[in-house]
């Protein structure tokens, strides 16, 4: 329950709670995998029986942008590559809610590539869903960070130079405590690792696989897809991070050679979050800081006062 839900008790959710009754529609082009996270994250805020006033979905620019203009609940639809900041502040603020933060390869892989790294280090207790197209959707489909090497596009017409980065290595090494890939074309494996994602306390980032039939016909669909978890070919222990790295190198080598592999890769249970060890230490109150802007008798210690303080 957040905490200013007017509701706060456990009730069942149906998965149309989350979509505007009125406009926007979305505007998504047909065949596009963005509607695929959408379905996912209605369906998996109605499982676990949230209501949209208990959840707020941060995004970036970009198609992946456009997802809380669809998802009925808080929303903050930022710049470029500033998904995580916004929804840093706003758990910090109330962590009775729900936050989800998304945007695209290049959005997050790319502009905010720094903001990516140090939110998994912290370990904040957010979800992070990154769609993951291979290249830059909105702005008519130039090479992003994960494009494969030689894609062509208008930016790089003699192929891209550059090996991709590695997203879900990159996610382990930083310190995600959780870190999952599915796609678009995986509709109940995608609802599943979104429930678990945000059911996990700390951070938790799922790379989500998004076609995009537009700009980047010569992708692969994603299909057909393997759930490493479920296949008898791949044995590993994800709570073991070295197993899961090794794991997370197959997959991002088998991708760009033709096989799609998806599933929980790194699952650590144990290590708090930033918000229980800033708890722990003292730093942070248990109360929400957000309440304290309606508690009328509560003294705002300003920086600046202090700061002029210091230097009386
Ligand atoms: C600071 C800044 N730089 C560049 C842009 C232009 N821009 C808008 S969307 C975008 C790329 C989006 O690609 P991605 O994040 O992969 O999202 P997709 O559209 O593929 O979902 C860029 C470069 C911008 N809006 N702001
Ligand atoms: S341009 Fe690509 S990513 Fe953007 S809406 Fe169309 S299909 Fe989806
Ligand atoms: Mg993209």
Redesign the pocket.
């Known amino acids: 329950m957040s905490a200013f839900s007017a509701i706060g008790e456990e009730t069942e959710q149906d998965q149309n709670e989350f979509t505007p009754g009125l406009e926007p529609q979305p505007t998504w082009c047909p065949g596009c995998g ?1 509607f695929g996270v959408l379905k996912a994250l209605k369906g998996a805020a109605a499982e676990l029986g949230l209501s949209p006033d208990e959840m707020m979905v941060t995004t ?6 456009k997802l809380n203009s669809y998802f009925n609940s808080y929303g903050f639809h930022t ?3 500033r998904s995580l900041p916004i929804a840093r502040a706003a758990k910090l603020a109330n962590p009775g809610l729900t936050v989800v933060a998304a ?6 892989y ?2 905010g590539g720094n903001h990516f790294m140090h939110t998994a280090r912290e370990n904040h207790d957010i979800t992070y869903i990154v ?1 993951n ?1 291979e ?5 008519k489909g ?1 090479t ?1 960070p994960t494009s494969p090497m030689g894609h062509k596009s208008k930016t790089q017409p003699h192929g891209s130079a550059k090996t991709p980065l590695r997203p879900l290595s990159m996610s382990l090494n930083a310190g995600a405590s959780y870190v999952a890939r599915t796609a678009a074309v995986n509709p109940n494996q995608a609802k599943d690792i979104i429930v678990e994602a945000i059911q996990h306390d700390g951070f938790s980032h799922v790379d989500f696989l ?1 076609q ?1 039939p537009t700009w980047n016909k010569d992708a692969r669909q994603y299909v057909p897809y393997i759930d490493i978890n479920d296949s008898d070919d791949y044995e590993f222990d994800k709570t073991n991070r070295s197993e899961a790295s090794e794991m997370m190198f197959e997959t991002e080598n088998a991708l760009h050679e033709g096989t799609v592999l998806t599933g929980r890769y790194y699952v650590d249970e144990d290590r708090p979050s930033y918000q229980q060890e800033k708890q722990r230490i003292g730093e942070m109150p248990e109360e929400p800081l957000a309440e304290r802007y309606f508690d009328d008798s509560y003294e705002w210690e300003r920086t600046f006062d202090n700061f002029l303080d210091k230097h009386k």
């Open positions: 963005d970036g620019i970009g198609c992946s942008g710049i470029h590559g945007g695209g390869d290049g959005d997050g790319g502009i769609f197209n290249i830059f959707g909105l702005t130039q992003s998004t995009c």
